[in-house]
């Protein structure tokens, strides 16, 4: 046999593998409505911007963008880290999976910390929701946000958990998979919601 045909010996098996699904299909749906409810409420604050576009870009300018960034790398970290406990369940290493998973759950915690002093912050000043439109959005949207992260921080505890104990192998994964794609749902939220709210003027 050439190396050609035994490269294509090698091959043949998997290219013939169905395509699967990460995570159950009902997890999906949820994902789908959570993201649809997001791109409803991203709508409606470009069309209340596009209406008053000076007093937006003169209260973006009081945010601080720097917790922003702060927050965006740590869901970013957190989804690496997910990332890397579903990898190491496939290989049969649970336990280090777990690792992983709280690894996750430590950036998602430090995210949570980093908002709240953002929200004290801001009501010491005396802002709330009716302070000004953009401050309703911006206090509505993100806390809608922060209360997905919440929920994600309770499914990877969840998770963690039934690592720790093994229970995740290569025939396995799907409610790890399920919790890792929510968590990567609440991760991409905060990719369009940060410059939505924080950069973009």
């Known amino acids: 046999m050439d190396s050609t045909a035994a490269i294509a010996a090698r091959t043949a098996p998997h290219s013939h593998q169905p395509a699967r699904l990460a995570g159950d299909l009902a997890v999906w749906f949820f994902i789908l409505a959570e993201l649809l409810a997001f791109g409803v409420f991203f709508i409606a604050y470009a069309f209340a911007r596009a209406h008053n576009p000076e007093l937006f870009a003169a209260e973006q300018m009081a945010l601080n963008r720097n917790t922003g960034a702060i927050n965006t790398v740590l869901l970013l970290t957190a989804s690496y880290f997910v990332v890397c406990a579903v990898h190491a369940a496939e290989a049969g290493r649970s336990p280090v999976g ?16 980093v908002k709240s002093a953002e929200y004290a912050a801001a009501f010491s000043a005396g802002i709330s929701l009716s302070s000004s439109t953009f401050h309703m959005f911006y206090l509505s949207l993100t806390f809608f946000h922060f209360m997905h992260v919440i ?25 790890l998979e399920s919790g890792a794609a929510y968590w990567h749902m609440v991760d991409l939220v905060w990719l369009v919601l940060f410059p939505l709210v924080y950069v973009i003027r």
């Not at 921080?153 to 799907?174: E, T």
Request: aromatic share 10%; proline share 0%.
């Open 98 to 113: 777990a690792r992983w998973l709280l690894a996750a759950l430590a950036c998602a915690g430090s995210f949570v910390a």
């Open 151 to 175: 929920l994600g921080m309770v499914i990877l505890g969840a998770l963690w958990v039934n690592a720790r104990k093994g229970r995740y192998h290569a025939h396995n994964l799907n409610g």
